[in-house]
Nanobody, 124 residues
Framework: QVQLVESGGGLVQAGESLRLSCAISGPPFAYFGRGWFRQAPGKEREFVASATPSGFTYYTESVKGRFTISSDNAKNTVYLQMNSLKPEDTAVYYC??????????????????WGQGTQVTVSS
């Protein structure tokens, strides 16, 4: 059974940084594609970033240059470093895992496993 548990969310001011963590338990983490999505109130779930096990990364345009997805395979953990946060980044952030990854994968249907989400609130 695969479980994903996010942490690291919180309330910050615009311009500040946060690092989200996602601990993954279950089958070998090293073979999973991994990603981050977010969902703001009243909006659909939105792709943020993804990474293949070989390290190919892909970002939605609005976070390029500000967010970085990374992984520590020894710790079975995926990170999302978020810098220069903006009020429009406010959302619940979800970690996701994929057995069927490919470079640039970003559709929710590409992912098999989801965490419970962590709230990120950016005040202006």
């Amino acid at each position: 059974q695969v479980q994903l548990v996010e942490s690291g969310g919180g309330l910050v001011q615009a311009g500040e940084s946060l690092r989200l963590s996602c601990a993954i338990s279950g089958p070998p983490f090293a073979y999973f594609g991994r990603g981050w999505f977010r969902q703001a109130p009243g909006k659909e779930r939105e792709f943020v970033a993804s990474a293949t096990p070989s390290g190919f990364t892909y970002y939605t345009e609005s976070v390029k240059g500000r967010f970085t997805i990374s992984s520590d395979n020894a710790k079975n953990t995926v990170y999302l470093q978020m810098n220069s946060l903006k009020p429009e980044d406010t959302a619940v952030y979800y970690c996701a895992g994929s057995r069927r990854y490919y470079p640039g994968f970003k559709r929710p249907a590409d992912f098999d496993y989801w965490g419970q989400g962590t709230q990120v609130t950016v005040s202006s």
